[in-house]
C-alpha cells in the first residue's frame, strides 16, 4: 500500500470516529431564568393570571443569587442542571406543553419576585415603568399604583437545550465538520490515483 492510500484510509477512519463523538457526548440540558417585562399590575392581578409569587427576602440564598445574576446578565443567565433553586419549576417543552393542553396555565406561568421596599441593594428590576413620566401630571393613587407594580419582577425558569453557540453545542459542530472535511480528503486520496 503506498503512503497516499495509508494516509486516505487513516482520514476516513478518522472521520467515522469523529462522526461518533457526538453520540458519546450529548449536549446537556440547561436550567434558564429570564426577567422581562410582563409583571405589569399589582400583585392582585398577578395571582388572578396564575403567577406565583414570591417575596425577595424568601427566596432561598441560591434563589436570591439567581435572581441578582440574571438582572446583571441582562435577563438571561443559565446553569447547568442540578444548579438550580429549589424552589422554581423548570419544565421542559414537552412539560410545559403538557400543562397547557391540560389548561393549567398556572404551571407555566412566571414566578414573580416582590422586591424589598429598599431594594437599593438590588440591581434594577427588568419591569417597565408604568407610571406617570417627568413632568406629567398625575393623579396620587397613579403614582402609588405605578410604585407597587414597579415591587414585583417577573422571572422565567425552564430547562432548556443550550444555544447554538454553547461550547457543548460547537464542540458537536466542530466534530462533524472536521469528519466531513477528514472523509471527503481521504476519500480523494483513495479515489485519485
Same mark, same amino acid.
Given at each position: ?58 427566596? +432561598? ?16 443567565? +443559565? ?59 398625575? +393623579? ?50 483513495? +479515489?485519485?490515483?
Amino acid at each position: 500500500m503506498n503512503r497516499r492510500n495509508t494516509l486516505g484510509t487513516a482520514l476516513a477512519v478518522l472521520a467515522v470516529v469523529l462522526f461518533t463523538v457526538p453520540a458519546f457526548f450529548p449536549v446537556q440540558s440547561v436550567l434558564v431564568h429570564e426577567t422581562w417585562d410582563s409583571a405589569t399590575g399589582p400583585p392582585e392581578e398577578l395571582r388572578e393570571e396564575g403567577h406565583e409569587i414570591i417575596a425577595y427576602e424568601n427566596l +432561598s440564598e441560591r434563589g436570591q443569587e439567581l435572581y441578582v445574576t440574571t438582572l446583571e446578565n441582562d435577563g438571561e443567565y +443559565s446553569v447547568p442542571l442540578g444548579e438550580g433553586a429549589s424552589e422554581f419549576d423548570y419544565l421542559n417543552a414537552s412539560e410545559r406543553r403538557r400543562a397547557y393542553e391540560t389548561d393549567n396555565r398556572s404551571a407555566v406561568r412566571s414566578v414573580v419576585i416582590e422586591r424589598p421596599e429598599d431594594d437599593d441593594h438590588l440591581p434594577e428590576a427588568d419591569e417597565p415603568n408604568f407610571g406617570p413620566r417627568p413632568g406629567e401630571n398625575a +393623579s396620587e393613587g397613579e403614582r402609588q399604583r405605578a410604585e407597587v407594580i414597579q415591587r414585583y419582577d417577573a422571572m422565567d425558569t425552564a430547562t432548556e437545550e443550550p444555544p447554538l453557540g454553547s461550547t457543548p453545542q460547537l464542540i458537536r459542530l466542530a466534530s462533524v465538520l472536521l469528519a466531513v472535511l477528514s472523509l471527503g480528503v481521504g476519500g480523494y486520496l483513495l +479515489s485519485s490515483k
